[in-house]
């Protein structure tokens, strides 16, 4: 999974904790780990879902102004039969 550096500023600042993606194959499972450029971070938990079922806090965790916001996002991502709501945190 490739993250922006902006993104991983975020997730390590606190400021962000959900990630969404769209993909044919996951990349990622719950209790693994990442490297990153700042560091490791840890998979918390992935979760298979619709990306109608996004909610604005939902979206608000993964650094999104609202779910308008976030599907604004969405429709400029590549397409994928699997969507899933992957919660992070970068270990110590």
């Excluded at 922006?4 to 959900?18: N, P, R, T």
């Excluded at 490297?35 to 490791?40: A, D, S, V």
């Amino acid at each position: 999974m490739l993250l922006k550096l902006a993104l991983l500023e975020d997730i390590k600042a606190g400021k962000v904790d959900v990630i969404f993606r769209r993909w044919n194959r996951p990349t990622v499972k719950t209790g693994g780990t990442l490297k990153t450029k700042l560091g490791q971070l840890s998979i918390v938990s992935v979760t298979d879902m619709s990306a109608d079922e996004v909610t604005d806090k939902d979206a608000k965790r993964a650094g999104f102004t609202d779910v308008a916001d976030f599907r604004k996002w969405l429709d400029t991502m590549k397409e994928g039969s699997i969507f899933q709501r992957i919660e992070v945190r970068f270990e110590d």
